[in-house]
């Protein structure tokens, strides 16, 4: 998948505990196609600033393609990678509705843990991809 980080490389390496959020913005298209392009552009940024004011120093966060980001939790087990999410949805639409528009911005998450048996970084992002399409299709229904 093309992701080269020294962190994600030493957490292989020493068998770190990493959890894996894909996120999507949910119905960014239709915002985008309603509100127009700047709009759009202006939830990314401003989605990407809050993520990385939230996120600890070690932890990573990547644009994956369109409305879609990945952020690399170090040493965050099930409960904090729950946590993390939840926060995240709650506070994405709180900064998003209150800054932009009066308009819902949800976030599909999925997730997996690495465990001891340290799967490969791009079965993780395969596993969180399939999750966070779980999550979207609950959204939609």
């Known amino acids: ?3 080269k980080s020294p962190r ?3 957490c292989s390496k020493y068998k770190e505990l990493v959890t ?12 985008n196609n309603n509100y ?3 709009y759009g552009d202006q939830i990314l940024q401003e989605f990407s600033n809050s993520v990385l004011h939230s996120i600890k120093k070690n932890d990573l966060l990547f644009r994956w393609g369109g409305d879609e ?3 690399v939790l170090q040493n965050a087990n099930l409960l904090v990678s ?3 999410s939840n926060w995240l949805n709650q506070t994405m639409n709180m900064e998003l509705r209150n800054s ?3 308009i ?7 997730y997996p843990i690495l465990r001891e048996d340290w799967q490969t970084f791009d079965k993780l992002v395969s596993i969180a991809d399939n999750n966070m399409y779980e999550v979207k299709a609950l959204f939609k229904n």
């Open 1 to 3: 998948m093309g992701i």
């Open 8 to 10: 994600i490389n030493f």
């Open 20 to 31: 894996i959020l894909n996120i999507d913005i949910f119905n960014f298209k239709c915002m």
């Open 36 to 38: 127009g392009h700047e």
């Open 69 to 71: 980001f990945l952020i």
């Open 82 to 84: 729950e946590k993390f």
């Open 100 to 102: 932009i528009k009066e």
């Open 104 to 110: 819902d911005v949800n976030l599909s998450i999925g």
